[in-house]
């Protein structure tokens, strides 16, 4: 039986929504500030937090499209395509004809990609183990489990390829 048969009655009424008790608004408020945090936190050390999101993508999924990039990342395709072009130039990712399809040209990071975003990941890491300190290992849990079931369950309400969500399930960047 699905998960979300055991859900009894509605949640929210008319009357008494706010935006302080929706979902979506907290979800949205609490990812504007982490991604926040997470630019200042890569504000000195050689890339965005945007282009270290590309980079780890790339390092767990790699070869990808920019359009499948894009819509995991839940960017423009053609801003990232910007992303994608700094990220070249330095150095750090390479496109490469497809050996599938060869009209399709396929991401990759390089091995300075590889070691930029391995180096870069103990600062993720640190940070995020820093701001849910206040949570014990049980909560972190259960709050992963409820906010990956969250998009699961959105992917209902819209085709998978624009949720980011692949068949072996939701890859975290960050």
């Known amino acids: 039986m699905p998960w979300h048969t055991f859900v009894v009655g509605k949640y929210y009424d008319c009357k008494t929504f706010t935006a302080q008790t929706s979902v ?19 504000a000195a050390h050689g890339v965005n937090f ?15 499209s920019v359009g ?5 990342l839940g960017h423009d395709q053609g801003a990232l395509t910007r992303v994608i072009d700094a990220l070249d130039q330095a150095g750090l990712v390479e ?12 991401l990759r990071l ?6 930029s975003v391995e180096a870069q ?18 909560e972190l849990d259960t709050l992963i489990a409820l906010l990956q ?4 369950r959105l992917g209902e309400f819209d085709p998978p390829a624009r949720t980011g969500l692949r068949t072996a399930g939701v890859a975290a960047a960050g």
Do not use: H
């Open 121 to 138: 990941l103990p600062l993720v890491v640190d940070k995020l183990n820093e701001l849910l300190d206040v949570f014990s290992n049980r």
């Open 95 to 106: 496109r490469r004809r497809s050996r599938t399809d060869r009209r399709a040209i396929e």
């Open 68 to 72: 499948e990039l894009a819509r995991g």
């Open 110 to 115: 390089t091995g300075a990609g590889r070691r």
């Open 24 to 42: 979506g608004y907290l979800v949205k408020r609490c990812a504007t500030q982490m991604i926040d945090l997470a630019e200042r936190t890569f």
């Open 149 to 152: 079931r969250l998009l699961q």
């Open 50 to 64: 945007t282009q270290w999101l590309v980079l780890m993508r790339l390092r767990t999924e790699a070869p990808m």
